[in-house]
Nanobody, 125 residues
Framework: QVQLVESGGGSVQAGDSLKLSCASSGRFDSSYTMGWFRQVPGKEREFVAAINSSGRRVNYADSVKGRFTISRDNAKNTVELQMNSLRPEDTAVYYC??????????????????WGQGTQVTVFS
């Protein structure tokens, strides 16, 4: 049973914007912190952004601060990542993920137990 599904990836020029969405189902309700991570071939998956269950606590990787915004709509069980001023180095597969337990805030990818299938983001210079 698929429980996290990302959408919104694509290919854009540097400086453009994209919005990624993650739809959650099953047990991944509003009690779960949600995170976005990204990975390029040959490198480890890296943290991008996280948002706690209420939406009042967020964290960003230094590389995306001021350009990316994470948000959630608990009524719809969705999480979004608005990406502005995209750079070629943002090119990666982006994953939505939920931690192993609810009401637990973490940005450590090792503490995330459920992952979406990923969506490709490619930024051309």
């Amino acid at each position: 049973q698929v429980q996290l599904v990302e959408s919104g990836g694509g290919s854009v020029q540097a400086g453009d914007s994209l919005k990624l969405s993650c739809a959650s189902s099953g047990r991944f309700d509003s009690s779960y912190t949600m995170g976005w991570f990204r990975q390029v071939p040959g490198k480890e998956r890296e943290f991008v952004a996280a948002i706690n269950s209420s939406g009042r606590r967020v964290n960003y990787a230094d590389s995306v601060k001021g350009r990316f915004t994470i948000s959630r709509d608990n009524a719809k069980n969705t999480v979004e990542l608005q990406m502005n001023s995209l750079r070629p180095e943002d090119t990666a597969v982006y994953y939505c993920a939920a931690p192993l337990t609810n009401y637990y805030y973490t940005i450590d990818p090792r503490q995330y137990g459920t992952w979406g299938q990923g969506t490709q983001v490619t930024v051309f210079s």
